[in-house]
């Protein structure tokens, strides 16, 4: 079971992230497919373990992406273009590692 939030910066359309919705990955991917991309819009996922994570949109075509990690008081992060954001979105629904398409770095808080 995966939940989803997100915000889009243009419309106003939001999940609340303290509340996200239980979603299918063809939902997700619509979603993310008519967020807007200007810088502040951003869509998440939390898993079955109840790991985020999280797209930031820097500005078009470009995200920051952010796995929380609290544990360590940290994020690991990579930047990345909106076709390598829907295969991660993919990796999470198919539990997935997703070392084939970014390496990330940990940044703490």
Do not use: H
Request: glycine share 4%; net charge negative; with cysteine.
């Amino acid at each position: 079971m995966v939940r989803v939030f997100y915000y889009d910066e243009e419309t106003g359309d939001t999940i609340d992230s303290l509340q996200p919705e239980v979603c299918s990955k063809q939902k997700a991917l619509s979603l993310f497919n008519v967020l807007t991309e200007i810088s502040g819009s951003f869509f998440g996922l939390v898993n079955k373990d109840n790991r985020t994570l999280q797209f930031i949109c820097e500005n078009e075509d470009e995200w920051r992406v952010e796995i929380p990690i609290p544990e360590k008081n940290g994020i690991l992060f990579c930047y990345a273009q909106t076709e390598i954001c829907k295969k991660l979105i993919k990796c999470v629904y198919e539990n997935l590692p997703f070392t084939n398409y970014v390496q990330m770095d940990f940044e703490r808080f």
